[in-house]
């Protein structure tokens, strides 16, 4: 996306993570990353959990260089964590499919709210509080120079007006 707004061939982009360097940028929602597991585990659903112990369990991230993936290693190492510690077995390139690996039992995850919005609600999967970790992903709209279309304009004004209830 951020070449295409570097090449002009899209007006607005919205990316997670990191701002973007040489952009307008706006942070216009702040996404809460939550650890899942398969519903039908047996993982201790009703105490906080330490990082300790969810450490030697099987976990699977999304790729080396994913917006996603580089939020959970910052969010650890805040936490006092290192990413080189995980017991990664999976890297995958979607979140759909980190989600279906999930379910199917494969081991854990640490996923955008947002994205496992629908699985919590159906209990395809459960969500864990862990000790002392909190991960947030920034979300921002990012434009190289103001939008010259009305549609990207109305756009741009409608994401700004409304970033408290962003999705």
Not at 16 to 43: K, L, Q, Y
Not at 63 to 80: D, M, N, P, W, Y
Request: proline share 5%; charged share 30%.
């Amino acid at each position: 996306l951020l070449d295409q707004l570097r090449e002009e061939t899209i007006e607005i982009a919205i990316v997670e993570g990191e701002r973007p360097d040489n952009f307008v940028t706006s942070e216009i929602h702040c996404e809460e990353m939550v650890v899942v597991v398969p519903a039908t585990a047996e993982w201790p659903r009703d105490q906080a959990l330490p990082w300790k112990e969810l450490c030697r369990r099987p976990l699977i991230l999304r790729e080396e260089g994913s917006a996603t993936r580089a939020t959970v290693e910052q969010g650890l190492r805040e936490a006092g964590l290192d990413p080189e510690n995980l017991n990664v077995v999976m890297e995958l390139t979607s979140i759909d499919s980190i989600k279906a690996a999930v379910e199917a039992g494969h081991g854990f995850s640490i996923l955008p709210r947002m994205a496992v919005k629908k699985e919590l609600f159906n209990r395809t999967l459960s969500s864990l509080t862990v000790t002392d970790l909190s991960i947030v992903q920034p979300i921002h709209i990012a434009y190289k120079k103001k939008p010259h279309s009305t549609i990207a304009r109305e756009f741009l004004k409608l994401m700004k007006s409304s970033a408290k209830e962003f999705c």
